[in-house]
């Protein structure tokens, strides 16, 4: 076997990965992430104030990332980050009011809301800072107690689904959730022969057996495979 050059064990070992996409795509994923945070940023300030909003304003950026980057992937879906966000809310708060030593509070919150998110099918990684910031955050925002959850997560949770279903659902190929996607696609499924098809059943048995959650959703699985094998027939 070859040996590899330097710069392709480094990509190997850094998870460059070698997926390809055009500028306008590019493109757009940023123009729906500035309306998504310009909109939470209207939205947060409108009911605290700017101190307090800057500690749950970067966990809807990073929503920002997935639900515009990534429309179509499970961590991006509308009960992952419903659920994600509101769950973790949830627990953080109460991290924060049953937890005296903040060290410990802010590390429970993001651990017990990993693993609620997990067993509730909802994970959502943006979440993560939703119940750090509950800990961490300022005097006023602790004061919330358990209305952080409405204001601002939930307003914001709400605020930011709206515009990835208004921006996305403009152009075809970006129709947000993936289910209106994977619809609109059926007909344009590639068709391949000499290859076994994959049932629903046999999917969902091969993802237990990898034990570790999978980004991807299973149309696209299915597309990327039968693309493959369609190339290689």
């Known amino acids: 076997m070859q040996s590899r050059s330097f710069m392709e064990a480094a990509h190997l070992y850094l998870g460059v990965t070698d997926q390809i996409s055009s500028h306008k795509e590019k493109l757009l994923s940023g123009l729906g992430a500035f309306l998504g945070v310009f909109c939470i940023y209207l939205t947060s300030i409108a009911f605290m104030d700017k101190a307090t909003a800057v500690y749950i304003i970067p966990s809807m950026g990073a929503s920002a ?27 953080g708060v109460t991290c924060a009011i049953a937890i005296p030593d903040t060290t410990i509070a802010a590390s429970a919150a993001v651990g017990i809301a990993v693993s609620v998110m997990y ?69 344009d499924s590639v068709m391949t022969e000499g290859y076994e098809p994959i049932n629903h059943e046999d999917f969902v048995y091969a993802l237990s057996q990898v034990d570790s959650f999978v980004d991807i959703s299973e149309a696209d699985l299915l597309k990327i495979y039968s693309l493959a094998t369609g190339q290689a027939s």
């Open 65 to 91: 990332v997935l639900l515009f980057a990534a429309p179509h992937v499970p961590f991006s879906q509308p009960w992952n980050v419903f659920g994600g966000h509101l769950i973790s809310a949830v627990v």
């Open 119 to 187: 067993y509730l099918r909802c994970i959502h990684p943006p979440g993560g800072a939703t119940a750090l910031a509950a800990v961490i955050g300022s005097a006023k925002l602790h004061a919330l107690g358990y209305f952080y959850i409405v204001s601002p997560v939930f307003l914001n949770t709400v605020t930011i689904l709206l515009i990835a279903l208004l921006f996305n659902g403009l152009f075809a190929w970006r129709r947000y959730p993936s289910y209106l996607h994977e619809q609109l696609t059926k007909k």
